[in-house]
């Protein structure tokens, strides 16, 4: 049985003094989701992750929303794995789509990535999704397969189960336009299927994959109802501690 998951994404959102006040007021949220048996958590920009896991350090996941995989050295700007393990963070966002295009993030970085943190322990959670092009041309399998095989290469069976996938259409992304429950559980149930074919059933089953776009309270449900949905990665809807609530309530109640 796989746990739901339910993953903020603060983006280049809130400064400290701002992260502090939603951290402070989050604490009870923490409670609720770990009563009701959901795992909840924010990733957050890196100057607000040391204030805001002090605050919730026993009850909502705290993760960073990139790393690099090099231990030290010239590079920066960036932050490492130690970094972060000095924090206590487990958790980070591999190859979001806004980092993909940007930050020339690709599949080959993001498996460096991937690879760094699951030596250390880590939880990476790995993005993929299309274009709307690429969706329009019926493209969206062969482009996601693409982007799971290659940035999982090397990825024993062991830890694959530790990887959390998110599926994210990238035409979804903060549009308020979001993929049906139909799609978003189609290409689900391909990623499972993928996974399926590189790891075998036993460890597919057990890899979480969540759903990413536009995820707001009167949607959340109906995905998580889904059978390879396992949870959603949410943008917008996680900077509000109430529209955060409300997007766990809503599915708990
Ligand atoms: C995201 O940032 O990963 C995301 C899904 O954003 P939104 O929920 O705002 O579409």
Redesign the pocket.
């Known amino acids: 049985m796989r746990r739901k998951l339910l993953l903020g ?1 603060w ?1 280049m959102n809130k400064t400290p003094t701002e992260a502090v006040e939603f951290a402070k007021e989050a604490k009870e949220l923490g409670k609720l989701a770990r009563s009701n048996k959901v795992d909840m958590g924010v990733c957050v920009p890196a100057v607000d992750l040391a204030p805001v896991k002090k605050i919730l350090k026993n009850t909502l996941i705290v993760g960073a929303e990139n790393c690099h995989y090099e231990e030290k050295g010239a590079y920066t700007g960036e932050i490492s794995i130690p970094m972060l393990k000095d924090l206590n963070i487990d958790w980070v966002i591999i190859g ?1 789509s806004e980092r993909r295009t940007y930050d020339n993030e690709t599949s080959e970085k993001c498996n460096k990535k991937i690879l760094a943190l699951l030596k250390n322990n880590m939880v990476p959670v790995y993005c993929c999704g299309e274009s709307l092009e690429t969706f329009e041309n019926n493209g969206t399998r062969e482009f996601v397969k693409e982007q799971i095989i290659t940035g999982l290469k090397d990825v024993s069976k062991e830890d694959a189960m530790k990887v959390v996938i998110a599926y ?1 259409p990238i035409w ?3 549009t308020g336009k979001n993929a049906s429950t139909e799609i978003a559980e189609d290409v689900c149930g391909y990623i499972r299927k993928v996974l399926r074919d590189i790891y075998g059933a036993k460890v597919a089953n057990k890899i979480r994959i969540l759903y ?4 707001k309270p009167n949607s959340v449900k109906a995905y998580l109802s889904q059978k390879d949905i396992d949870g959603a ?5 996680s900077l509000d501690v109430n529209s955060y609530k409300e997007l766990l309530t809503s599915y708990i109640y």
């Open positions: 994404n983006k979001h994210e979804a992304i903060g990413g776009g536009s995820v990665l949410v943008g917008g809807a």
